[in-house]
């Protein structure tokens, strides 16, 4: 029997080369969402980027005129971010005010020993904070920026007052201790003000340890007696 011919082109036993190799499949889908360079911006330290960038905005410009607009460009990431990791501006600032002041290793550093010497435990952590120059500048920028503009005053007084001086009045057995804690507060904030904002002499340039000195026994009685 004579064979039967097949398509134009070949015999239709013999595959062609089209029918050999497997048709491509269609192109990958583009993902969507930012861009790449956000994308590795975003990751692994981002979150510390932007308190890094927070503070450093906060410290030049004040409360008012740094923007979450501004310290997403200085972290280098999307403003989405910003919001993500921390909500509005002021939640970022009090971000920032946390990581300056430490406030859980400060009020364990001032409970942890008792009522004894309370008082002198205090006087140091906080002038110990203002001489170190990594974050008395942030320091500076927080003290005037609450001087200046609401918001931030408001917010600077939410966080000493709860989660400072609330804890430290919760474990002072003493009467009225959240007002004791408050005069305190407000006696401290009163020489970094003199000392370090205003730098009113001779408060200005006086030894960390004759300030404490004088101040302790005043703290002391304030908290314990």
């Known amino acids: 029997m004579t064979p039967r011919p097949g398509p134009a082109g070949g015999d ?13 499949g269609p192109a990958p889908a583009r993902r969507r969402g930012r ?14 980027r932007i308190l890094e960038s927070a503070r450093r905005e906060f410290s030049e410009r004040g409360y008012d ?18 919001h993500h990791y921390f909500g509005t501006k002021d939640e ?8 300056t002041m430490e ?16 008082g002198e435990r205090l ?17 500076l920028a927080i003290i005037r920026s609450a001087l200046t503009h609401e918001a931030a005053g408001k917010v600077l007084r939410g966080f000493v007052f ?10 002072l057995d003493v009467p009225d201790p959240q007002f004791r804690a408050e005069l305190a507060a407000s006696h401290m904030i009163g020489i970094a003000m003199m000392r370090y904002v205003i730098q ?26």
């Open 65 to 82: 005129k740094t923007s979450v607009r501004a310290i997403a460009k200085a972290a280098g990431v999307d403003p989405a971010l910003v």
């Open 200 to 225: 009113v002499e001779p408060m200005a340039s006086a030894e960390v340890d004759d300030i404490v000195a004088m101040v302790a026994p005043t703290l002391q009685r304030y908290l314990t007696e």
């Open 35 to 48: 861009p790449p360079r956000d994308r590795a911006a975003e990751g692994g330290g981002a979150r510390e």
């Open 92 to 99: 970022v600032f009090e971000a920032a005010i946390e990581v």
């Open 123 to 139: 006087a140091r952590s906080f002038l110990g904070a203002w001489e170190n120059p990594a974050t008395r500048t942030p320091l």
């Open 103 to 118: 406030p859980v290793q400060l009020v364990t550093s001032l409970l942890e020993a008792g009522p004894d010497g309370i």
């Open 12 to 24: 239709s036993g013999a595959p062609t080369g089209a029918e050999s190799a497997p048709a491509p």
């Open 162 to 171: 709860q989660r400072v001086l609330g804890r430290v009045a919760a474990d």
